[in-house]
């Protein structure tokens, strides 16, 4: 008969088992706290700060400088009573068009009394040959300024053709664009000069008749004033009947399509600012943005004192407009308009955003982000536009800098980087 066998463990094995259980029980406390404390250690670490971040990148740069400014008839005429008498009510309403020597504006009943005695009789016969010398004088300059204007259109047309075959810098080309809308403009002032000089010569030979014995004074006729000019109607000074001296202002035309802009800038800033730089408009309640040609800074500034009561020398700018009428045909008289001159401009310039520098004592810093973290770096930097700013020294294209870091941010701090179109 067999003896039954029966599992049985060899003493040095199970001595073996009983130690190791013993060290891991020993061994298990310092692991769990271990891993306790390395879970407070993360906890209390600080957490990466949200920085919005952008790169620095090469592309246009243009310096401006903004300021309010209003729009403006460039050529009107104040219609004033050549002689003392009754004026007719006026029935003309601001906006009314008129045309050149046919729109009879104002009515004047003089009842005689603008007879003339013999010396003014001969001072109103001066008039009129001053004033007949004058519209020749406006002629010709008319002639010179129309045939100066048609050459310099064509030659910016040439010029056109060569900017766009890349043979003609873009100042060249600037200088051709400004050369052609100025003398552009002059031919229209000549125009405007023409009209007006031959209004003048009408009213002093209307003048010279009446103011004789036989002449249409002496017989009671009224006298009628016409439009100088072909426009609209700007401001009517005197509407009602009533009796009026010589040299009282009526009405105010001029026409409302030929506008320009005066621009008030600061002294120091209108130094910057030369003939024909370029000027974009805004806020003028378009859609889109008017371009325009500054034509002359005027030599005396004036003070005036700003909201915050502080004293400032300020000076007017001229700007023409060099967009077609059709893109500001609802623009007006004394119309309220957003300004950016431009003083300088650059291509393929190194730059960033301008939230992103900062300034301590006489350097320029930045962030500049390397992996996860803001590190400072000292630059040097160039010109402005307010928005954006040349970069001369410290970075490189294509860096990562944090915008607007704040003063939680310091260097070596973790950031969590948030792009941003820029």
Same mark, same amino acid.
């Given at each position: 008969?067999?003896?039954?066998?029966?599992?049985?463990?060899?003493?040095?094995?199970?001595?073996?088992?009983?130690?190791?259980?013993?060290?891991?029980?020993?061994?298990?406390?310092?692991?769990?706290?271990?891993?306790?404390?390395?879970?407070?250690?993360?906890?209390?670490?600080?957490?990466?700060?949200?920085?919005?971040?952008?790169?620095?990148?090469?592309?246009?740069?243009?310096?401006?400088?903004?300021?309010?400014?209003?729009?403006?008839?460039?050529?009107?005429? $104040? =219609?004033? +009573? %050549? #002689?003392? /008498?009754?004026?007719? @009510?006026?029935?003309?309403?601001?906006?009314?068009? !008129?045309? &050149? *020597?046919?729109?009879?504006?104002?009515?004047?009943?003089?009842?005689?009394?603008?007879?003339?005695?013999?010396?003014?009789?001969?001072?109103?016969?001066?008039?009129?040959?001053?004033?007949?010398?004058?519209?020749?004088?406006?002629?010709?300059?008319?002639?010179?300024?129309?045939?100066?204007?048609?050459?310099?259109?064509?030659?910016?047309?040439?010029?056109?053709?060569?900017?766009?075959?890349?043979?003609?810098?873009?100042?060249?080309?600037?200088?051709?664009?400004?050369?052609?809308?100025?003398?552009?403009?002059?031919?229209?002032?000549?125009?405007?000069?023409?009209?007006?000089?031959?209004?003048?010569?009408?009213?002093?030979?209307?003048?010279?008749?009446?103011?004789?014995?036989?002449?249409?004074?002496?017989?009671?006729?009224?006298? $009628? =004033?016409? +439009? %100088? #000019?072909? /426009?609209?109607?700007? @401001?009517?000074?005197?509407?009602?009947?009533?009796? !009026?001296? &010589? *040299?009282?202002?009526?009405?105010?035309?001029?026409?409302?399509?030929?506008?320009?802009?005066?621009?008030?800038?600061?002294?120091?800033?209108?130094?910057?600012?030369?003939?024909?730089?370029?000027?974009?408009?805004?806020?003028?309640?378009?859609?889109?943005?008017?371009?325009?040609?500054?034509?002359?800074?005027?030599?005396?500034?004036?003070?005036?004192?700003?909201?915050?009561?502080?004293?400032?020398?300020?000076?007017?700018?001229?700007?023409?407009?060099?967009?077609?009428?059709?893109?500001?045909?609802?623009?007006?008289?004394?119309?309220?308009?957003?300004?950016?001159?431009?003083?300088?401009?650059?291509?393929?310039?190194?730059?960033?955003?301008?939230?992103?520098?900062?300034?301590?004592?006489?350097?320029?810093?930045?962030?500049?982000?390397?992996?996860?973290?803001? #590190?400072?770096?000292?630059?040097?930097?160039?010109?402005?536009?307010?928005?954006?700013?040349?970069?001369?020294?410290?970075?490189?294209?294509?860096?990562?800098?944090?915008?607007?870091?704040?003063?939680?941010?310091?260097?070596?701090?973790?950031?969590?980087?948030?792009?941003?179109?820029?």
């Amino acid at each position: 008969m067999k003896a039954s066998s029966s599992s049985r463990v060899e003493p040095g094995v199970k001595n073996k088992k009983s130690s190791e259980a013993r060290r891991w029980s020993r061994w298990l406390p310092w692991i769990v706290g271990s891993g306790l404390l390395a879970l407070i250690v993360v906890g209390l670490l600080p957490k990466p700060l949200p920085a919005e971040i952008a790169v620095v990148a090469r592309g246009d740069l243009r310096v401006t400088v903004n300021e309010e400014g209003m729009t403006r008839v460039k050529n009107r005429y $104040v =219609i004033a +009573s %050549p #002689v003392a /008498g009754q004026l007719r @009510r006026i029935d003309w309403k601001p906006g009314a068009v !008129v045309e &050149a *020597g046919k729109t009879v504006l104002a009515v004047l009943e003089s009842g005689g009394a603008d007879i003339l005695d013999a010396r003014s009789l001969v001072q109103a016969e001066a008039r009129v040959r001053a004033a007949e010398a004058a519209v020749a004088q406006a002629l010709a300059q008319r002639a010179r300024a129309v045939a100066n204007a048609n050459l310099q259109r064509e030659d910016f047309a040439r010029q056109k053709q060569l900017f766009a075959s890349g043979a003609l810098s873009r100042q060249e080309f600037d200088a051709a664009e400004t050369r052609a809308t100025t003398t552009a403009q002059e031919a229209r002032a000549a125009e405007f000069a023409g009209q007006i000089a031959e209004f003048e010569a009408a009213q002093a030979r209307a003048l010279l008749l009446r103011g004789q014995p036989a002449g249409a004074g002496a017989r009671g006729e009224p006298l $009628v =004033i016409l +439009s %100088p #000019v072909s /426009g609209r109607v700007l @401001r009517v000074m005197q509407e009602s009947e009533r009796l !009026v001296p &010589a *040299g009282f202002p009526l009405l105010e035309v001029g026409d409302p399509t030929d506008l320009e802009a005066r621009i008030e800038v600061l002294s120091r800033d209108g130094v910057a600012i030369q003939p024909g730089a370029r000027v974009q408009l805004e806020q003028w309640g378009g859609p889109v943005a008017l371009n325009a040609r500054v034509r002359v800074v005027e030599p005396s500034a004036f003070t005036k004192v700003s909201a915050l009561g502080v004293e400032e020398q300020r000076v007017y700018v001229i700007v023409d407009f060099t967009d077609p009428l059709e893109v500001r045909r609802s623009l007006g008289d004394n119309y309220r308009v957003e300004a950016r001159i431009e003083t300088w401009s650059g291509q393929n310039i190194l730059k960033v955003p301008s939230g992103a520098l900062f300034q301590r004592g006489a350097q320029w810093q930045t962030y500049v982000v390397e992996g996860k973290r803001a #590190v400072l770096r000292t630059v040097r930097v160039g010109r402005s536009s307010g928005r954006e700013t040349e970069i001369l020294e410290g970075l490189t294209e294509g860096q990562n800098v944090v915008i607007y870091p704040g003063d939680q941010i310091a260097d070596g701090s973790r950031i969590k980087p948030i792009v941003v179109a820029y």
